[in-house]
T-cell receptor, first 111, second 112 residues
Framework: QKEVEQDPGPLSVPEGAIVSLNCTYS??????FMWYRQYSRKGPELLMY????GNKEDGRFTAQVDKSSKYISLFIRDSQPSDSATYLC???????????FGSGTQLTVLP | DAGVIQSPRHEVTEMGQEVTLRCKPI?????LFWYRQTMMRGLELLIY????????DSGMPEDRFSAKMPNASFSTLKIQPSEPRDSAVYFC??????????FGAGSRLTVL
């Protein structure tokens, strides 16, 4: 079993829809949680970064962490065609120096 | 800032040849990471440096892989000899901290 599980999709939604992307993990020592966005033929770029449990909002994006369930989510409101990309979750133990990435979910927002 | 610069962007080579991938990190970033991305295995950390010193190379698949960081502005990842299973996109990333990585555009390697 992988430490971090992420549904690879692909996920296709109409423009304006609310998108929910999720990751589950098995390592209870993970404390830092990130979402990276990767456009085709590009490197990943950091989208959201949260520490421990709770919610964090940034514009149309909301990151949610539920450590008790070992479950993190990224919500995209009013999705746009420019949001079409692969979304990777990543997480890290407090004392570790490396990130563990999910396999990524491919999202397409149709105009 | 030009971001993390990687070269070459694409490399096609034959099995057994030496491959050298290059990376220029963002100035002032103390951490440099080399990742490999494939459809099957996703994004895998190969090695990372802190202040030019290799800290963890446990992700380097075999002795055929080596990485150096002779100074704060340059790093190389070398594969010798290359094999078809090394075909992947290799990313370099730099960071002032562990979490906030800035990735380069990647080097797409095809080994025939």
């Amino acid at each position: 079993q992988k430490e971090v599980e992420q549904d690879p999709g692909p996920l296709s939604v109409p423009e304006g829809a609310i998108v929910s992307l999720n990751c589950t993990y098995s390592n209870s020592a993970f404390q830092y949680f990130m979402w990276y966005r990767q456009y085709s033929r590009k490197g990943p770029e950091l989208l959201m970064y949260t520490y421990s449990s709770g919610n964090k909002e940034d514009g149309r994006f909301t990151a949610q962490v539920d450590k008790s369930s070992k479950y993190i989510s990224l919500f995209i409101r009013d999705s746009q065609p420019s949001d079409s990309a692969t979304y990777l979750c990543a997480m890290r133990e407090g004392s570790a120096r490396q990130l563990t990435f999910g396999s990524g979910t491919q999202l397409t927002v149709l105009p | 800032d030009a971001g993390v610069i990687q070269s070459p962007r694409h490399e096609v080579t034959e099995m057994g040849q030496e491959v050298t991938l290059r990376c220029k990190p963002i100035s002032g970033h103390d951490y440099l990471f080399w990742y490999r991305q494939t459809m099957m295995r996703g994004l895998e950390l190969l090695i990372y440096f802190n202040n030019n010193v290799p800290i963890d190379d446990s992700g380097m698949p075999e002795d055929r892989f080596s990485a150096k960081m002779p100074n704060a502005s340059f790093s190389t990842l070398k594969i010798q000899p290359s094999e078809p299973r090394d075909s992947a996109v290799y990313f370099c990333a730099s960071s002032p901290t562990i979490n906030v990585l800035t990735f380069g555009a990647g080097s797409r390697l095809t080994v025939l």
